[in-house]
């Protein structure tokens, strides 16, 4: 069974309906009666919440806000809960320091960022002028691990 915290839903809507405050936790978490997949997603904060959510209703996509709502959908048969969920995996590494690097250690941070980049299953995103990482991996734990631990290495302080 799935419990929704607070500020989480499930909805049909498509990412792309997403504002930036939401995250998908969880991709093809149920179907409902029409065989269309629920996503479990997050948001910041109460007020970004209730944005998220009339958003989805202005689309007519089905939401599911409520512990109760869930419970009863599931008890009904109207929401089945899939046996192949697929869990979404981020981190976020912030090198904002790594201007004041020696030049070994900063060329070293470009070299595992280009072999991440090559690696299949891998979202990294950059910003900050290219000093701040995003990592997503969708299902595999390991990958993600992986990934984290690579950049890992270079923490601040070392």
């Not at 500020?7 to 995250?23: F, H, K, S, V």
């Not at 409902?32 to 209730?50: A, I, T, Y």
């Not at 980049?117 to 990482?133: H, Q």
Request: one cysteine or more; aromatic letters at 8%.
């Amino acid at each position: 069974m799935i419990t929704l915290a607070r500020r989480q839903c499930l909805t049909t809507a498509p990412e792309d309906y997403d504002y930036g405050w939401a995250r998908t936790l969880v991709l093809n978490v149920a179907t409902d009666s029409r065989g269309r997949s629920l996503r479990l997603v997050e948001n910041e904060d109460d007020w970004h919440f209730q944005q998220q959510m009339m958003r989805y209703g202005s689309g007519l996509h089905l939401t599911i806000d409520r512990q109760s709502v869930l419970d009863d959908q599931v008890g009904y048969g109207l929401i089945k809960l899939t046996d192949d969920p697929v869990h979404i995996h981020r981190r976020s590494f912030d090198f904002s320091d790594a201007l004041d690097w020696p030049q070994d250690r900063l060329d070293r941070l470009v070299g595992t960022v280009e072999r991440i980049r090559a690696m299949d299953g891998v979202t990294l995103d950059t910003s900050n002028g290219g000093l701040c990482y995003s990592v997503e991996v969708q299902g595999d734990k390991d990958l993600f691990d992986h990934t984290v631990a690579l950049l890992g290495d270079f923490k601040i302080g070392q």
